[in-house]
T-cell receptor, first 113, second 116 residues
Framework: SQTIHQWPATLVQPVGSPLSLECTVE??????LYWYRQAAGRGLQLLFY??????ISSEVPQNLSASRPQDRQFILSSKKLLLSDSGFYLC????????????FGPGTRLLVL | GDSVTQMEGPVTLSEEAFLTINCTYT??????LFWYVQYPGEGLQLLLK?????DKGSNKGFEATYRKETTSFHLEKGSVQVSDSAVYFC???????????????FGQGTRLTINP
């Protein structure tokens, strides 16, 4: 069965510091991968998605970036964090087939101070 | 654009009560519809889904029917338990047109508390 790991579980970072959140998946090959953010007052929002190694698409402009260096690894980064980057970051895996279903990882809670 | 509107929360019920959480959507085409549940401090878990009109999704005693004529996907459960306390999200999938990728559009979530 498919498993999604996210690391770290919780992170407290100062404004202006860099960020790297990691998502790794098991039990599947060449999946579609997604980063969502859940922030107070803004609900759940798609940030990035990837359909393959090195293929990244952004849904909203921001100071975050994403990379997919390996088939089952998806990384969310920032060079300089803003207060508004605080939130709960969720990685999701899309199943293959005509009607995709997305399954979510345990999430990373980020607090920027 | 596509959107999902959920019943405002929070909702508080007694154990064994009947639950309905309303969800309506606006979309072009025929999206798949989902209910996800989030327990405190955790990620989202898929509760149930429906991929076409009149489909009924069901899981763990929860049900929802894809109603195209009313653009609704209301969540119901006949007898809730304390362990059902969580936040429930209704979502639709919007195709991104690249290799089957989908963008989930979520409602704002409904917090449910069940008292013993």
């Amino acid at each position: 069965s498919q498993t999604i790991h996210q690391w770290p579980a919780t992170l407290v970072q100062p404004v202006g510091s860099p960020l790297s959140l990691e998502c790794t998946v098991e039990g599947t090959s060449n999946p579609n991968l997604y980063w969502y953010r859940q922030a107070a007052g803004r609900g759940l929002q798609l940030l990035f998605y990837s359909v393959g190694i090195g293929q990244i698409s952004s849904e909203v402009p921001q100071n975050l970036s994403a990379s997919r260096p390996q088939d089952r690894q998806f990384i969310l980064s920032s060079k300089k964090l803003l207060l508004s980057d605080s939130g709960f970051y969720l990685c999701a895996l899309g199943t293959s087939g005509a009607q995709e279903t997305q399954y979510f990882g345990p999430g990373t809670r980020l607090l920027v101070l | 654009g596509d959107s999902v509107t959920q019943m405002e929360g929070p909702v508080t019920l007694s154990e064994e009560a009947f639950l309905t959480i309303n969800c309506t959507y606006t979309a072009t085409g025929y999206p798949s519809l989902f209910w996800y549940v989030q327990y405190p401090g955790e990620g989202l878990q898929l509760l149930l889904k429906a991929t076409k009109a009149d489909d009924k999704g069901s899981n763990k005693g929860f049900e929802a029917t894809y109603r195209k004529e009313t653009t609704s996907f209301h969540l119901e459960k006949g007898s809730v338990q304390v362990s059902d306390s969580a936040v429930y999200f209704c979502a639709l999938s919007a195709k991104i047109q690249i290799r089957g990728a989908q963008k989930l559009v979520f409602g704002q979530g409904t917090r449910l508390t069940i008292n013993p």
